[in-house]
């Protein structure tokens, strides 16, 4: 009896110390998404300032953040509710931020143009000639 009781507790006590998201709160994966996309808004709002010197950075960010927040259909509110929660729970956060950078590497590492290595340039002599013909 005792040993069913202990076991009952142990599992009562494992599981009230699982953390989940409050309501109101963006889900984890949803929010490592809005986060990319608004690290990658900030990113272009300075492209686009240090492009175009009649458009100020402060003025692209707060509209590539209001189409950020349109894409995933939330508000500024939530958002920010969202990330002081994750703020305040620096696990969740740092598992956020690890996959970020993750992306940011594969992204990064991508091939920005085709190799033309893999191309059987034969083939494209004879179609050039075939066009000559």
């Not at 009230?16 to 409050?22: A, L, M």
């Not at 808004?41 to 300032?49: P, V, Y």
């Not at 492009?51 to 995933?72: G, H, P």
């Not at 920010?80 to 940011?104: A, C, F, G, T, W």
């Amino acid at each position: 009896m005792i040993r069913c009781i202990l076991i009952i507790a142990t599992s009562v006590l494992f599981y009230s110390c699982k953390e989940t998201v409050p309501s109101g709160i963006i889900k984890q994966n949803k929010m490592q998404e809005v986060l990319w996309d608004m690290l990658r808004a900030d990113a272009l709002s300075h492209q686009i300032a240090n492009s175009d010197s009649t458009k100020l950075a402060e003025d692209e960010r707060a509209k590539l953040k209001r189409q950020v927040f349109i894409i995933y259909n939330i508000t500024e509110d939530q958002f920010d509710k969202s990330y002081s929660y994750y703020v305040q729970h620096p696990e969740i956060m740092r598992n956020m931020l690890d996959s970020l950078n993750s992306q940011k590497i594969r992204v990064d590492t991508l091939p920005t143009s085709i190799d033309t290595n893999y191309v059987n340039k034969d083939s494209i002599k004879q179609k050039i000639l075939k066009k000559d013909e």
